[in-house]
């Protein structure tokens, strides 16, 4: 029986972050597509996980990745029209129980570039 993962969203002028929050994950799968983004896994305990996302707009799946640490699995997926504000993650207007804004990390974006960069960086040599 698969169950959604509680997912945090956020947005910066060149990626969109998800965050699915599985501690001790297991046969981790991500899908970044144009348009679409799948993620799977399992938990220490064999809870399967699935969840869909039709994205706001387009991103670049090719410079797009995920880490997994131990409590999650993040993605950062770069936007195909950057420093374009996303209002929400999914392309249709409704909002799934298990999605939220990360308000931890939803900043404004002025001189927010350098940041971003540091933080992409720091996620590749993972």
Not at 3 to 17: H, I, S
Not at 18 to 41: G, N, Y
Not at 73 to 96: D, G, L, S, Y
Request: aromatic share 14%.
């Amino acid at each position: 029986q698969r169950q959604p993962a509680k997912t945090l969203w956020y947005d910066r002028p060149r990626y969109v972050y998800l965050e699915f929050c599985v501690e001790d994950s297991t046969d981790v799968k991500v899908i970044i597509e144009d348009q679409r983004l799948v993620f799977s896994c399992k938990n220490a305990d064999g809870v399967e996980f699935y969840n869909e996302i039709n994205l706001y707009a387009r991103v670049n799946s090719k410079d797009s990745r995920e880490k997994r640490s131990d409590r999650s699995i993040t993605c950062f997926m770069r936007k195909w029209k950057e420093k374009v504000a996303w209002p929400r993650i999914t392309k249709e207007n409704i909002k799934p129980a298990w999605l939220s804004v990360d308000f931890d990390n939803w900043r404004d974006w002025e001189g927010d570039e350098e940041v971003e960069r540091a933080m992409v960086e720091q996620y590749a040599e993972v």
